[in-house]
């Protein structure tokens, strides 16, 4: 299975625990215990907030989305802090049968869980 990587920090970030290198490494363990999980290419946005969603690696990952199955980041914060921008993503990727892997929890959403199903009817209501 073919995957796009995303890090993204802000300047705060780089002050915490989730820096790139932290991404890095979790995103690295991930894919070390799943061997039929390649990426194909890393998409990072460094000193840009999470909220925005014109950050240039970000808008060039999902522009190029149909080439890959999914995208694998460390959490959904690192993807976005914004809820109209989540709700683009989950929309995009649920419509386009991809999968999105996050390497922190090892949690893998392809957007059929009873949880999302009731998110997406919620908002699409």
Known sequence: MKLFSYKRVSHQDQKTRETIVNQENAIKRYLEQ???LEVVETFKDEAMSGARADRPGFLA?????????????????????????WNYIMFTLRNKKKILIKAKTGEIDNYSSERTKMLTGFIEG
């Open 34 to 36: 799943h061997p039929d």
């Open 61 to 85: 990952m999902l522009e190029r989305i149909d080439e890959v199955d999914g995208i694998i980041t460390y959490d959904i914060s690192r993807l976005t802090r914004d809820l109209e921008v």
